[in-house]
């Protein structure tokens, strides 16, 4: 047989006081005028018999049922991306609340389906998640319904968090030329199409704005700019080798993700080129995996655990509509050096 559910009368019968006194105490209310010693006996009493509030009772009362929902594409399955979702429960843990999570693989029925079964276990709130930023397509959400834009944006809902990709740009740029690389440096991955395509938001291109905008400032230009459609490690190694047999005057390579870095590594082992003693590689995102190539890469990060603690306290704080950009800190490691000769190789 299950066990009874221990009620606040339980509680309140074994403690000796009112129901209502009960309540005041478990509910922190600071006006009880209640004893100590009533305290105490409450709070023993509920420990005791091991009593859990009612959250859906409170809900009824409140019209809180201190419940977020999160909606996304692959954050969970993703492991570079899970930092999101972790920062989303700690912020949550802290204020309260419990985190429902769904993932729809960017199935738009699916992500209609989710959002239904959120609202009716009506959530306080839903958070929309992407793994690679981009515009969002959302149902239209009941009237009320709050909602933040989580590494992604939305016309119908302003409030979003995103990483500063501008900044994040300029600070790559800024890592090359305090090492002296003043030429020779490649851009590895930029690409207009997929800037407006496949990801269909402004977030890559303030990365390239960024980018370019410090290059501009310093009076510098690439010596190549590779255009690539997708940032997967097998396109950064096949068009780093064909652009270092091309360009042997190439000194440095700012990559627009590590997984493109991780590609080009093995393009400058295979032409038994040394990181960063022949070419300095500097990326974006701080995979995992980047601290565990040799040397390790230096990369500019995107701050994903504090992403998604700020957008459950946007959620929390109903916050006024808005667009706010976290810091993309710099992980500094070991692949830029400054530049030096070197043969040609073939």
């Known amino acids: 047989m299950p066990r009874k559910r221990v009620t606040l009368a339980d509680v309140a019968r074994r403690a000796g006081l009112?129901?209502?006194?009960?309540s005041m105490i478990l509910n922190g209310r600071p006006d009880t005028r209640l004893s100590k010693d009533a305290h105490?006996?409450?709070h023993a009493a509920a420990a005791e018999l091991g009593y859990r509030p009612n959250v859906a009772a409170r809900g009824l009362r409140t019209d809180k049922t201190l419940t977020i929902g999160f909606v996304s594409d692959a954050v969970a399955t993703t492991r570079f991306a899970g930092g999101l979702i972790?920062?989303?429960?700690?912020?949550?843990?802290?204020?309260g609340h419990v985190v429902l999570v769904t993932e729809t693989g960017g199935d738009t029925r699916r992500e209609t389906e989710a959002i239904a079964a959120l609202l009716d276990r009506q959530v306080d709130?839903?958070?929309f998640a992407t793994v690679r930023a981009r515009?969002?397509?959302?149902?239209?959400?009941?009237?009320?319904?709050?909602?933040?834009?989580?590494?992604?944006?939305?016309?119908?809902?302003?409030?979003?968090?995103?990483?500063?990709?501008?900044?994040?740009?300029?600070?790559?740029?800024?890592?090359?030329i305090e090492a002296g690389h003043a030429e020779g440096i490649a851009l590895i991955g930029q690409s207009d199409e997929a800037e407006r395509g496949v990801f269909r938001s402004?977030?890559?291109?303030?990365?390239?704005?960024?980018?370019?905008?410090?290059m501009a400032e310093h009076g510098l230009e690439f010596v190549a700019?590779?255009?690539?459609w997708d940032w997967e490690p097998h396109h950064g190694y096949e068009t780093t080798l064909a652009l270092l047999r091309r360009r042997p005057d190439v000194r440095a390579l700012l990559c627009l993700n590590d997984r493109l870095a991780f590609g080009a590594y093995q393009a400058l082992a295979e032409l038994g080129l040394n990181v960063p003693a022949d070419v300095s590689v500097v990326s974006f995102d701080n995979d995992e995996v980047a601290a565990y190539l040799r040397p390790g890469l230096t990369t500019v990060a995107l701050p994903h655990e504090a992403m998604g603690?700020?957008?459950?306290?946007?959620?929390?704080?109903?916050?006024?509509?808005?667009e706010v950009l976290l810091p993309m800190p710099v992980v500094a490691r070991e692949s830029v050096a400054p530049p030096r000769e070197r043969e040609r190789h073939s």
């Open 125 to 127: 709130g839903i958070i």
């Open 86 to 95: 972790q920062g989303a429960l700690d912020a949550a843990q802290q204020a």
């Open 40 to 42: 105490e006996r409450v």
């Open 18 to 22: 009112s129901t209502t006194a009960a």
């Open 135 to 176: 515009e969002l397509f959302v149902p239209e959400l009941p009237e009320g319904t709050d909602a933040v834009m989580l590494n992604a944006t939305n016309a119908r809902h302003p409030t979003a968090v995103l990483p500063d990709e501008t900044a994040g740009g300029r600070a790559a740029v800024g890592l090359l």
């Open 225 to 228: 700019q590779e255009s690539i």
């Open 202 to 214: 402004s977030t890559v291109a303030r990365r390239v704005a960024g980018i370019r905008g410090a």
């Open 309 to 322: 603690r700020r957008a459950v306290e946007l959620l929390l704080g109903r916050a006024e509509p808005a």
